[in-house]
């Protein structure tokens, strides 16, 4: 059997990776034959954006790589599917794997069916039912392109079934990203905290003060979604929160997406941050530190979706800082650990007094095991 997977950004990189472990398994202990190429879109190609993963998750370098790099949407979407076209040609495989709901999720479910290639989608189902966010559009075109839908919990097979997709084609596999979580976690255990927040202090605030940073009494945090730092009004809001009433209680570790520095940069708001004592920005970390960091963490606060997802299985109070969510499984009201606050100040403010009291409770949604990424090669192989 012939596989081609796909990775275009950061969270494809920790999904494609048991993935491929499996496939060598399959074929080191079980003669399996399988022949696999990854193709890397390039969406995301800063070192510490893209290859550090490959580096820490031990997965082979991509045997294609597109170069299509940052744009507008059309750009990305657009320049991967001319780019995408020829390595299909050339390869034809049985089955295109395609992961998550980046551009290059939705540019390569169109050039694989309309090359007629058996298209799998990981992580099919889940809906914001939000069409300003881009990541929606992308689960829809591919989901309703797909002839095999993973899924990680039954919310999202509901979703598939209400869109009228027929059950055959549906396969509850579990959350493959926990597959790495499970593989990585103790190594990641072992980091030392002090090591990576010194080791990827930017100095970007001179003045920080990294004695006072202690297991269990920090609050991590992430933001990349346009809603939240792409509007000046949105994002200084979210400051103001993280100044007055986070950093003010504790301190605060915030590994900094490139649109979200930029951002900080362009709307004038980094002579701000730099003064606050107890605010640590580093650089985008890679896949363990990240992990290390969500372990020690007394609560996160994120606008991330797979963060969202490894808050519940370690147990961390997790202020979602979304409108909507495409993994209501998440949510406090399905068991999570996650709440939604937008970025709405009062939400932000309540949500977080009320979750930094809550001690670590892990929630473990069915089939989040680890296995996931041999469910799923079980099922494309028995179905080529
Ligand atoms: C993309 C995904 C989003 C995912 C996120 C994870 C889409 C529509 N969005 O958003 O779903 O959650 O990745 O990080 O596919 N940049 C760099 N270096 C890089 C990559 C990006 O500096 O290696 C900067 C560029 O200025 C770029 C900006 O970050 O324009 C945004 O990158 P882009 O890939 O367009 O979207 P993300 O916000 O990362």
Redesign the pocket.
């Known amino acids: 059997m012939k596989l081609l997977s796909v990775v ?4 494809n990189f920790v999904k494609i990776a048991p993935l491929m472990r499996a496939i060598e398994n399959a074929n080191g202990k079980f003669n399996a034959g399988i022949q696999h190429k990854l193709v890397h879109t390039g ?4 070192a510490e ?2 290859q550090s993963f490959f580096d820490e998750l031990g997965i082979a370098y991509p045997d294609v790589e597109l170069g299509v790099g ?2 507008s ?1 059309a750009q ?1 979407v657009g320049q991967t599917m001319i780019a995408f076209e020829p390595v299909v040609q050339e390869y034809r495989p049985d089955w295109i794997v395609i992961v ?6 939705c540019a390569c479910s169109i050039t694989a069916k309309k090359e007629h290639i058996k298209l799998a989608h990981v992580e099919a189902g889940l809906r914001s039912f939000d069409l300003d966010m ?2 929606e559009l ?1 689960r829809l075109v591919a989901d309703r392109l797909a002839d095999a839908h993973f899924t990680t919990d039954s919310i999202a097979c509901t979703n598939l079934i209400r869109e009228g997709v027929s059950q055959e084609k549906i396969h509850l596999v579990g959350n493959i990203m926990i597959d790495t979580l499970e593989a990585t976690r103790k190594k990641a255990s072992e980091l030392d905290l002090d090591w990576i927040i010194k080791q990827n202090e930017t100095n970007y605030m001179a003045d920080s003060d990294l004695n006072n940073i202690r297991e269990g009494q920090y609050a991590m945090v992430t933001l ?3 809603s939240n730092v792409d509007d000046p009004a949105a994002l200084s809001g979210i400051l103001n929160f993280l100044i007055k009433e986070v950093a003010a209680e504790m301190p605060i570790i915030w590994p900094i ?3 979200t520095r ?1 951002r900080i940069l362009d709307m004038g708001f980094d002579d701000q941050v730099k003064k606050v004592r107890g605010l640590h920005l580093l650089p985008p970390v890679g896949y363990m530190k990240m992990l290390r960091l969500n372990l020690g963490a007394k609560i996160a606060l994120t606008d ?2 797979g963060l969202q997802e490894e808050c519940c299985v370690l147990g961390t109070p997790c202020l979602t800082l979304r409108f909507n969510t495409e993994r209501p499984v998440t949510l406090e009201a399905n068991g999570g650990t996650c709440v939604l606050v937008g970025n709405d100040p009062e939400r932000m403010r309540d949500a977080f007094h009320r979750k930094k009291k809550e001690p670590k409770t892990p929630f473990r949604p069915p089939l989040w095991d680890g296995r996931t990424a041999v469910r799923i090669l079980e099922k494309l192989t028995t179905q080529s």
């Open positions: 275009g950004a950061r969270p969406q995301h190609y800063d954006m893209s940052s744009g949407h990305q998550g709901d980046v551009n290059a999720t881009p990541e992308n990349h979604r346009p997406h490139p649109r930029n991330s979706g």
